[in-house]
C-alpha cells in the first residue's frame, strides 16, 4: 500500500505538472481526490491492514493528498495566470496605430443662409420669433384680408385638418403678423422664419413643404422707404455691396400698395446672358424674384387692435429656398431637401 500511495503522488503530481487547462486541471482533481478517484480507492482498503500499520499509512496518505492539493492551487494559479497573460496579449491596442477620423457635420446649406439672413435683420434691431405650423385659418387667411372663396383658400391648395376647413397646415408665415400684433402696441420689430405647407407637386422649383421669412415692422410714421431700406440692406450685406433690387408692383389683400421684388441676378449683372449663352440663374430674365411685401393694409392693422391714423407699417415675405438657390448657386430645390450628402459635403 505504501507503494501505492507513492505512485500515486509521483504520477498525480506530474500529472498536474503537464495539465494546462482549468478543464484538465478539474478532471484530475476528480480522477485523484474524488469520491471514486484512486486516493479513495486506496484508502478503502486500510481496513485489511494491522493496527500498527494503519496510523502510518494514514498518515501517509494524508500527506499525499496534502500535497496533491497543493500542487492543485499552485497549478490554478498559474493556469489562471497564463490564461491572463494570452488574453491581454490577443486584446493588446496598439496605441501608436493612427485613429478613424470622426467626420464632423457641418449645418445645412439652408440653414446657413437663413442664419446669414436672421444675423443681418438682428443687426438692425429685429426680434426673432416663432410660431406654429399647424394654424387656424382665421390668422392664416381671414385677418389677413383674404376673403372666403380664394382661390388660395381651396382645398386643391390647401391642407386642412377638418372638414369645417378651420385648422390647416400655414400656407405661408404672414399668420404671424397677426400673432405679433394682436397682443402688442407698436413699435413691433419681428421676423418670423418657418415651414409653410401647400399642395404643390415637387419639381426643380417647387415643393410642398419650402420656407419663408415674415418680417413685420409696425410703428409711427413707417414709409415704404424704410421697407425699401430694409431690404436693399439685407440684399447687399448677403451678396455684394453693389446689389440691386427692383419693386413690381402687384397686389396681396393684407398690404397696400404691394409689391414683388426682384433682385438684379448676381451672375449675368442683369444681361441675361453669360458667354453668349442663357443666364442659368435667371434663365435670361435678368432678375430674381425674391419676395412678396407692401405697406400693412389698414383693415389689418384695425382688425389686431392697432390704430391706422397713428401707426403705419411694412410687412415681407421672402422665399428661403430661393434665396438659399441663388446664394449657394443650387439649380435644383430638391436637392435642398434630398439630403445626399455628397451634395451636402459641397458646403
Ligand atoms: N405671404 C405671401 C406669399 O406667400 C408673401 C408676402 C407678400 C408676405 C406680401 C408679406 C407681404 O408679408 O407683405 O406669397
Not at 407692401?294 to 392693422?301: A, E, S, Y
Not at 439649380?331 to 439630403?339: A, P
Request: glycine share 8%.
Amino acid at each position: 500500500m505504501k507503494q501505492q500511495l507513492e505512485n500515486i503522488r509521483q504520477q498525480a503530481l506530474s500529472a498536474l505538472d503537464s495539465a494546462s487547462s482549468p478543464e484538465a486541471l478539474e478532471e484530475l482533481r476528480v480522477r485523484l481526490l474524488g469520491k471514486k478517484g484512486e486516493l479513495t480507492t486506496v484508502l478503502k482498503q486500510m481496513g485489511k491492514l494491522s493496527p500498527e500499520e494503519r496510523p502510518v499509512m494514514g498518515q501517509l496518505a494524508n500527506s499525499v493528498r496534502a500535497a496533491i492539493e497543493e500542487k492543485l492551487e499552485q497549478r490554478k494559479a498559474d493556469i489562471h495566470a497564463a490564461v491572463l497573460e494570452a488574453k491581454l496579449k490577443a486584446e493588446a491596442v496598439d496605441v501608436t496605430i493612427p485613429g478613424e477620423a470622426v467626420a464632423l457635420g457641418h449645418q445645412h446649406p439652408m440653414n446657413m443662409v437663413l442664419q446669414e439672413i436672421k444675423d443681418i435683420f438682428i443687426g438692425m434691431g429685429y426680434q426673432v420669433i416663432d410660431g406654429p405650423e399647424v394654424e387656424l385659418a382665421s390668422y392664416n387667411f381671414t385677418r389677413l384680408n383674404i376673403e372666403e372663396g380664394h382661390p388660395s383658400r381651396d382645398r386643391s391648395d390647401t391642407f386642412y385638418f377638418t372638414d369645417d376647413d378651420s385648422v390647416l397646415l400655414r400656407t405661408q408665415t404672414s399668420p404671424m403678423q397677426i400673432r405679433a400684433m394682436e397682443n402688442t402696441q407698436p413699435p413691433i420689430c419681428i421676423l418670423a422664419p418657418g415651414r409653410v405647407y401647400r399642395k404643390d407637386e415637387a419639381d426643380a422649383t417647387h415643393s410642398p413643404m419650402f420656407h419663408q421669412i415674415e418680417g413685420l415692422v409696425v410703428a409711427e410714421n413707417v414709409t415704404m422707404g424704410d421697407l425699401k431700406g430694409a431690404l436693399i440692406t439685407m440684399i447687399r450685406r448677403l451678396y455684394r455691396d453693389d446689389a440691386v433690387i427692383r419693386f413690381r408692383p402687384h397686389h396681396f389683400p393684407f398690404t397696400e400698395p404691394s409689391c414683388e421684388t426682384d433682385m438684379r441676378c448676381h451672375k449675368c449683372h442683369g444681361t441675361g446672358e453669360v458667354d453668349g449663352q442663357v443666364c442659368s440663374t435667371c434663365h435670361g430674365e435678368g432678375w430674381i424674384e425674391i419676395l412678396g411685401a407692401g405697406m400693412v393694409h389698414p383693415d389689418v392693422l384695425r382688425g389686431c387692435g392697432i390704430d391706422p391714423e397713428k401707426y403705419s407699417g411694412f410687412a415681407f415675405g421672402i422665399g428661403l429656398e430661393r434665396m438659399a438657390m441663388s446664394r449657394l448657386r443650387i439649380n435644383d430645390l430638391r436637392l435642398i431637401f434630398d439630403n445626399d450628402i455628397r451634395f451636402l459635403n459641397q458646403f
